[in-house]
């Protein structure tokens, strides 16, 4: 979405991203091979600037869904450890 305002002007993503309301504290980092965005998303550098700029908050609040699980996990089991069904032994 932001690399297509890109495609209009630096000045109109920035005006983009600050229009913008609602942003949300559970912020999913959903880029296409998200550990390596360069491989999808050339401007990625550009987009992520802008955004750690613009709502730094919440650009700060982002994460891989890697992360958001074990926040899950760790949120649901209380600190109990997590154990495999079907293994001896755990």
């Known amino acids: 979405c932001i ?10 993503a920035c005006e983009f991203i600050q229009t ?3 942003w949300s504290a559970f912020w999913l980092n959903e ?3 998200a550990r390596r965005p360069w491989v999808y998303q050339k401007q ?3 987009i992520d600037k802008l955004l ?3 709502v730094p908050h919440y650009f700060g609040l982002r994460k891989l869904e890697s992360e958001y699980a074990m926040l899950f996990l760790s949120s649901h089991t209380n ?5 495999s069904e079907g293994k001896p032994g755990s």
């Not at 600190?79 to 154990?83: C, E, K, P, T």
């Open 3 to 12: 690399s297509g305002c890109l495609e209009h002007g630096e000045d109109f």
């Open 20 to 22: 913008t309301f609602k």
């Open 31 to 33: 880029r296409e091979m």
């Open 44 to 46: 990625y550098m550009h």
């Open 52 to 54: 750690a700029e613009l």
């Open 79 to 83: 600190g109990a450890s997590i154990q």
